[in-house]
């Protein structure tokens, strides 16, 4: 075992004195050293709880014959960091969680790991560590909370609270309505109820094998996962020693291509696009935006789930069948899903899904009846974003699918935001923010806060937003996001002025200034990308060292 390097041998007596300092006996010498990477944090609806589930998981270890050494990582809540310079903090933890990983494992040399994430960034840097660690890993989450409902029975969730603050701030709704949405829309813990960021994550790792069945739906607080829970934990020392489960022999490029077949009938977080890029680039597994743009193309959307224009939420998708009917339906259309890829549990992916069914059409439609016979999600390019733009089709109305609109630009989302609250923006109007990119930001702010105020002001059918910047799973309209180069390494968004036509054709997958040629060479001779003052050290080295969305927003390791 990896572990025999810190209990095996003479020369490793003082390294036993200190592990029987914790509780360890001669006997447990002899069995996998477990680590469980937990991501417990007070302030996160999806993680406070998580304490409880590392205990729970600890004690299964312990009954299958493993000896558990549980630790924590970070976490940020992005909707809490919403709006405000906490943002910036929230793709760089990624990087922290995902070196945390790395730094506990292989210092301590423990054979395998459970890891139990939630939210937001947590699940990919917990991927991303993990991938350069390569032990045998199994994953599973806290699991999704319930959706809210109005006092009239209305599905509602965090992204409805958002859009209420555009409501209120033209007056539409009352401080009363907007209390009442505020205690209503977040009912229990758990990560938040639509197919945000925290559930595509989650519903992907189902996808690429490395969780069991049920980890992106399965209600947080219920028994059922509960046992969920004690289900990993018992996996995880079932495979500790067994070479054929080491992740990087799980997150191959079949198990990247199923994770973003999931991803595109499921309509899932542009943000999505982000981690996979980056997940992969750790797993050497060579994807990038055309491999992404290419399963679209085949891929069918047949779940539409909150905010993407529907009042499905998580719990309704485990009661249609969850992911395994989803991946079934898929793959009736023959090669779309590589049904060989292994899965954690030992069985492949073709053989989990071959009895599920769908329990709910209305829910998960079968492809005959797919909302779109494209995948979820767009891959972008044009003279406006060389090197490319996503975009999540599911959460846009047809009519804005092209749209050509006039160019209203703010360096920053704090800018964008007291705009679009002054009445700046008008229908007609493509909103650019710049200067948000992972470099500009720094730290790639999501932008929940501008787009939920187009939407709850009345605009999202009379306006587009385009940024270097990302945005929150719970964004819907015509939001075009990860613009690469972004305009702090002198993309062209920088240069776009005021009066700019710019137009949006999904169906060409095309993203375009109307300027000619010739004027973006004049502007580019006197353009110098501003530059922001960064206050934190760490945020300064974050901004030197990271690339850009296209990329993965990963971190350059040649410097």
């Known amino acids: 075992m990896r572990s025999d390097r810190i209990k095996k041998g003479f020369e490793r007596a003082p390294h036993r004195s200190l592990l029987r300092a914790t509780g360890l006996t001669d006997a447990d010498f002899e069995k996998p050293f477990v680590g469980i990477a937990n991501s417990h944090v007070d302030i996160i609806p999806g993680h406070f709880f998580l304490q409880e589930y590392g205990r729970i998981a600890k004690d299964e270890i312990r009954k299958a014959g493993g000896v558990p050494f549980e630790f924590n990582t970070i976490g940020v809540d992005d909707g809490i960091a919403m709006g405000h310079e906490g943002m910036r903090y929230s793709l760089p933890s990624r990087e922290l969680i995902a070196d945390s990983i790395e730094t506990m494992m292989n210092a301590h040399c423990l054979d395998a790991l459970l890891c139990i994430p939630n939210c937001d960034k947590i699940v990919p840097g917990m991927l991303m560590g993990a991938l350069r660690v390569d032990v045998p890993t199994v994953f599973v989450s806290g699991g999704p909370m319930k959706a809210g409902h109005k006092a009239d029975g209305t599905p509602i969730d965090l992204n409805s609270v958002f859009e209420a603050v555009g409501q209120r701030a033209q007056r539409q709704i009352t401080d009363a309505e907007l209390h009442d949405l505020e205690c209503r829309a977040c009912p229990s813990g758990g990560s938040c109820s639509g197919m945000f960021t925290a559930n595509s994550m989650n519903v992907l790792c189902e996808a690429m094998g490395v969780a069991l069945p049920g980890n992106g739906t399965i209600l947080a607080l219920t028994p059922e996962r509960e046992a969920l829970v004690r289900r990993a934990a018992r996996r995880a020392v079932e495979i500790a020693a067994d070479e054929r489960f080491r992740l990087r022999r799980i997150v191959t490029a079949d198990a990247v291509h199923n994770a973003m077949v999931v991803d595109m009938a499921m309509g899932g977080s542009t943000n999505t696009v982000l981690h996979m890029l980056a997940i992969a680039r750790e797993a050497g597994v060579e994807f990038g935006l055309d491999d992404i743009e290419a399963i679209a193309g085949k891929v069918s959307h047949i779940a539409k789930i909150a905010p993407?224009?529907?009042?499905?939420?998580?719990?309704?998708?485990?009661?249609?069948?969850?992911?395994?009917?989803?991946?079934?339906?898929?793959?009736?259309?023959?090669?779309?899903?590589?049904?060989?890829a292994l899965t954690v549990t030992g069985e492949t992916v073709g053989e989990r899904i071959k009895d599920a069914k769908i329990a709910d059409p209305a829910v998960i439609h079968p492809l005959e009846d797919a909302y779109s016979k494209v995948g979820g999600l767009a891959v972008l390019h044009g003279n406006l974003a060389p090197e490319g733009a996503v975009v999540k089709t599911a959460g846009i109305q047809p009519s804005m699918r092209k749209f050509t609109g006039k160019a209203i630009c703010f360096d920053s989302q704090d800018e964008a935001a007291a705009g679009i609250m002054a009445g700046k923006v008008k229908a007609g109007h493509f909103v650019v923010i710049r200067y948000e990119g992972p470099k500009g930001g720094p730290g790639m702010q999501e932008m929940l806060s501008p787009t939920a105020l187009i939407m709850g002001m009345g605009l999202g059918e009379q306006v587009a937003l385009v940024t270097d910047g990302r945005f929150s799973g719970a964004t819907r309209g015509a939001c075009i996001g990860h613009v690469s180069p972004e305009a702090a390494e002198g993309g062209a968004i920088g240069l776009v002025r005021d009066g700019d036509a710019i137009t949006i054709d999904v169906a060409a997958r095309s993203l375009t200034l109307d300027v000619p040629d010739a004027e973006l060479a004049r502007r580019r001779e006197s353009f110098r990308p501003a530059k922001k003052e960064i206050r934190s050290s760490w945020l300064r080295r974050y901004a030197h060292l990271v690339t850009n969305a296209a990329k993965g927003a990963v971190l350059r390791s040649d410097v």
Do not use: Q
């Open 308 to 340: 993407s224009l529907s009042t499905v939420h998580m719990e309704d998708v485990h009661r249609a069948g969850g992911v395994p009917a989803v991946l079934h339906e898929v793959a009736r259309r023959g090669g779309l899903v590589r049904e060989g």
